[in-house]
């Protein structure tokens, strides 16, 4: 928004200041062309008084001393007879009409204006075959000169008002944007564990009223979610009494086989209630967008399965990027999750002499960990993602797990055949 304001105001005020600038210096131009001509008219006078007194060589020396001058005007006398005293000398056809016609005249040539004045000798009668003709060549002026310094001045004075007017638009543009820039730094922040903060903003009164809106909207959210960790920790709390009294029940049996029966489904139901509260209580931890360093977290996790392929004798190759990397949207408790299923899947899915290989690599933004075997692969029809569903036995949920971390951190999680090992690949993309 910024940069586009101040391309706006430097285009808009560009276009003004070329109409009113271009005119105003070929006015400039046309005064000065005018002011030279009504010096040269005086200076012609003064050459008319010499060349009457019919002696050339007064001329001569006169008009030598008035050339000599580095003002653009060349003054020539023309005789009838052919001779010619001056820079410019030769005739045409206006020289001969204005010897003809007794009349000055004016005319426009390609590099500036000739005045032409015949001068009528004295005691000639005004004869034309013998009245000797003045030509005057104003030409255009040569840099540096008085025009020259005025289109400078007019430059100069256009460049200031075009920097002045994009200096004006950018503090405009900053007095608009800061603000929203701030607003969007404390949205950004809203997520973090240490929990919100009031958005506090300079600017136009939309900005404060979004501004207000956003601080509502937070609080608000904020309220849902106390309510809901209030909840679950009431739950929590509920379900204590009565699986304590279950529990005081079943060890109350007389049958070994139905007390063991009982009692591990109580674990597992207490297993499950433990799993919902501390999921429930995650946002509270990590905060609303948790973001960790994957590099570490999965190089560690990795290296800590090691240990078991070294007691099974398995041929293990790793690549592993252990330098900090970026920072994905994922906390280090699923990281090391979905390290661990990766991992745990060639361990109980594939026999102890197949190899495994496990890659980890990171660019700008984006980290790729793959866990390739050598093993018999996906079976053929299975949906090894897909949430409950698996044809080796398993529940099925371990690479579904993977598969939403990947996805909360706008990745991606790919299963297929590995073409140098021939077994399973999958490939995790976290961004």
């Not at 946002?283 to 392929?309: C, F, I, K, N």
């Not at 190899?355 to 700008?364: I, K, S, W, Y």
């Amino acid at each position: 928004m910024r940069r586009r304001l101040i391309w706006t105001v430097a285009a808009t005020v560009s276009m003004v200041l070329l109409a009113m600038l271009v005119p105003m210096a070929v006015l400039v131009r046309s005064y000065d062309l005018e002011d030279r001509l009504s010096r040269a008219s005086l200076e012609v006078q003064g050459t008319e008084t010499v060349v009457s007194g019919q002696d050339k060589g007064a001329v001569s020396v006169y008009l030598d001393r008035l050339n000599r001058r580095d003002d653009g005007v060349r003054t020539t006398v023309l005789y009838p007879d052919g001779t010619a005293i001056g820079p410019n000398p030769g005739e045409d056809e206006r020289v001969a009409e204005a010897r003809t016609t007794g009349r000055a005249r004016v005319d426009d040539v390609d590099d500036g204006a000739q005045i032409l004045v015949p001068v009528a000798l004295g005691g000639s009668s005004g004869l034309p075959a013998q009245t000797p003709v003045v030509r005057v060549d104003v030409r255009e002026a040569q840099f540096p000169s008085d025009l020259h310094l005025a289109w400078i001045v007019l430059a100069l004075l256009g460049t200031t008002l075009l920097a002045g007017a994009v200096l004006l638009a950018d503090r405009l543009g900053r007095s608009f944007v800061r603000p929203i820039h701030d607003l969007a730094v404390a949205a950004r922040s809203l997520g973090d564990p240490a929990g919100p903060r009031t958005v506090e903003v300079d600017g136009p009164p939309e900005v404060h009223e979004l501004a207000t809106a956003l601080n509502r909207l937070v609080e608000r959210v904020e309220l849902l979610l106390e309510r809901e960790r209030e909840n679950v920790a009431d739950l929590s709390h509920r379900l204590r009494t009565p699986v304590t009294a279950l529990r005081l029940g079943i060890e109350a049996l007389d049958d070994p086989a139905d007390r063991t029966r009982l009692g591990a489904d109580l674990d597992r139901l207490q297993q499950t209630v433990d799993v919902v509260v501390r999921e429930a209580r995650r946002s509270q931890r990590e905060g609303v967008a948790p973001r960790s360093d994957a590099l570490p977290v999965l190089a560690g996790r990795t290296r800590y399965w090691l240990v078991l392929a070294e007691d099974q004798g398995r041929p293990v190759e790793v690549d592993l990027d252990d330098g900090p990397g970026p920072r994905v949207r994922a906390s280090v408790e699923d990281l090391e999750a979905l390290a661990d299923v990766l991992v745990d899947n060639v361990f109980s899915h594939t026999p102890p002499e197949a190899p495994l290989h496990v890659t980890l690599h990171a660019d700008a933004d984006a980290v790729t960990y793959v866990v390739e075997d050598g093993g018999p692969g996906v079976p053929e029809g299975d949906d090894p993602v897909g949430r409950g569903t698996s044809g080796s036995g398993s529940t099925g949920l371990g690479l579904a797990i993977a598969a939403r971390t990947a996805e909360a951190a706008a990745g991606t999680l790919r299963v297929d055949r590995s073409p140098g090992l021939g077994g399973t690949r999958v490939t995790v993309v976290l961004r």
